[in-house]
Antibody, heavy 119, light 111 residues
Framework: EVLLVESGGGLIQPGGSLRLSCAASGFSVSNTHMSWVRQAPGKGLEWVSVIYSGGSTYYVDSVKGRFTISRDESENTLSLHMNRLRAEDTAVYYC?????????????WGQGALVTVSS | QSVLTQPPSVSGAPGQRITISCTGSSSNIGAGYDVHWYQQVPGAAPKFLIFGNTDRASGVPDRFSGSRSGTSASLAITGLQAEDEAHYYCQSYDVSLLGSVFGGGTKVTVL
């Protein structure tokens, strides 16, 4: 059974850093395209970042240079390192697994981790 | 402002047919990239609904159907039921942004 469990969310001051983790089970994160998607309170979904199975990474413009996506094969986890956080980064962050034939086809999602950026 | 445009809300009576439009451009839907659809109820993660423009995910009732034409896509729900009340999001890939894009979401209300 595929399972994704996010952790690491919380309250952080503007300009601070936070690391989100997504523990995967039922498959290997290293063999799969994995993404982060966020949803600001009362707003729609926004794709944030992807790490392809081959290791290439891409980001939405608003987080480029501040966020870094990575994976740990030994722990079978996906991470999102978030630096220089802004109020507009406040959102529920979901990790999502893509398909090999379509990396942005998200059948499996985690339950989400809330990140609140506020002083 | 989302790259893919959806109506903010659509409503219908039980048993009726509704459609949700998703309008993109030549760098996403119009470029031939697949459109996927998701259903989200409050407090829950999105649920995968339609993939590859027209194919239903496993377990999704055949009341749900998807289509694509030109730079737009649509989700239709026939025989609307109370349990269909939710937000619906379209999604595609944008070659100029090198990333996935979502529509702003449509809230479906069953009258």
């Amino acid at each position: 059974e595929v399972l994704l469990v996010e952790s690491g969310g919380g309250l952080i001051q503007p300009g601070g850093s936070l690391r989100l983790s997504c523990a995967a089970s039922g498959f290997s994160v290293s063999n799969t395209h994995m993404s982060w998607v966020r949803q600001a309170p009362g707003k729609g979904l926004e794709w944030v970042s992807v790490i392809y199975s081959g290791g290439s990474t891409y980001y939405v413009d608003s987080v480029k240079g501040r966020f870094t996506i990575s994976r740990d094969e030994s722990e079978n986890t996906l991470s999102l390192h978030m630096n220089r956080l802004r109020a507009e980064d406040t959102a529920v962050y979901y990790c999502a697994r893509g398909f090999s034939s379509s990396w942005y086809r998200f059948l499996f999602w985690g339950q989400g981790a809330l990140v609140t950026v506020s002083s | 402002q989302s790259v893919l445009t959806q109506p903010p809300s659509v409503s219908g009576a039980p048993g009726q047919r509704i459609t949700i439009s998703c309008t993109g451009s030549s760098s996403n839907i119009g470029a031939g990239y697949d459109v996927h659809w998701y259903q989200q109820v409050p407090g829950a993660a999105p649920k995968f609904l339609i993939f590859g423009n027209t194919d239903r995910a496993s377990g999704v009732p055949d009341r749900f159907s998807g289509s694509r034409s030109g730079t737009s896509a649509s989700l239709a729900i026939t025989g609307l039921q109370a349990e269909d009340e939710a937000h619906y999001y379209c999604q595609s890939y944008d070659v100029s942004l090198l990333g996935s894009v979502f529509g702003g979401g449509t809230k479906v209300t069953v009258l």
